[in-house]
């Protein structure tokens, strides 16, 4: 177990734990990671337990460990068992989540743990969406934009949609909505592409927040963050798991190109 003197820069949201010069603040990083553990903490409250203590202690212990081994192991693993999309993320990371919240709280385990465990949860949100069918495509290049829950500054986000829409996309733009909302209209719409949109580095819990409700009401929806935030925190979507950022208009042109080609490729192996 890592001890309290571990820097926080950690190997903390790098898929494998390596270590990486950290670009987030410590200060967005422990936002971020104390709100992925427990908005995956409230998801898995109320479903029934599907997995022992001693296999869930040791997905824990996994979750915080130098390198994703053996975590990866262990989700591989259930998987081959039948375990369906719901079921990993619900009763296996959100579970996992929930007990090291007890941890923590218990002083069990340090911040730079939960920092490392954090991190895992969220790539793991992101991979395991290969279990759900693919996002139907229709034609049409077709993406979600929305302000991040809480975000004041919409222009911009508004001005990029309207944008889109003289180049030929068709953006569906929702601002002023709760997570709850916004992981509604995501998971009725089918939308393969969602782009939220942040101004600043206090927008990061409502982020990491919103990528983690987005992860499990539409899994295989492709995430990008855009906004300031982009500028302020230059590794975002890698701390946060989300599939790609972007800053300035020209490059978020270039970003969604690149993700609807990633999401006709997909559907284009799909048997």
């Given amino acids: 177990m890592l001890t309290v003197d571990t820097p926080i820069l950690l190997r903390a949201i790098d898929d494998d734990a390596h270590g990486q010069e950290r670009r987030l603040s410590d200060a967005s990083l422990l936002v971020m990671a104390q709100e992925v ?38 989700m591989r693993r259930a998987k081959e068992r039948g375990a369906d999309h719901k079921t990993l993320c619900v009763h296996y990371i959100a579970a996992a989540a929930r007990r090291l919240g007890e941890w923590w709280e218990q002083d069990i385990i340090h911040f730079s743990d939960m920092a490392i465990a954090a991190g895992r949860m969220l790539h793991m949100l992101r991979d395991i969406r290969m279990m759900t069918p693919p996002v139907p495509v229709r034609g049409n290049r077709e993406a979600l934009f929305a302000a991040v829950p809480g975000e004041q500054h919409v222009l911009g986000v508004t001005m990029a949609a309207d944008i889109l829409r003289e180049k030929g996309w068709e953006i569906d733009l929702q601002v002023g909505r709760s997570e709850t909302e916004l ?56 701390r946060t798991g989300a599939d790609a950022a972007a800053a300035s208009m020209e490059h978020c042109l270039e970003t969604l190109e690149s993700l609807y080609q990633a999401v006709l490729s997909a559907a284009s192996a799909t048997p």
Avoid: W
Wanted: some cysteine.
């Fill in 37 to 74: 553990i427990n908005r995956l903490s409230h998801i898995s409250r109320n479903a029934n337990a599907e997995m022992s203590d001693v296999d869930l202690d040791a997905l824990c212990i996994a979750m915080i460990d130098p390198t994703a081994e053996e975590a990866n192991r262990i």
């Fill in 183 to 238: 992981c509604q209209i995501a998971h009725d719409g089918g939308y393969p592409i969602i782009g939220l949109s942040a101004s600043g580095a206090d927008r990061v819990r409502a982020l990491a927040r919103t990528i983690v409700e987005l992860r499990i009401a539409a899994p295989r929806s492709l995430i990008f963050i855009s906004g300031n935030i982009v500028h302020i925190e230059k590794d975002i979507a890698v």
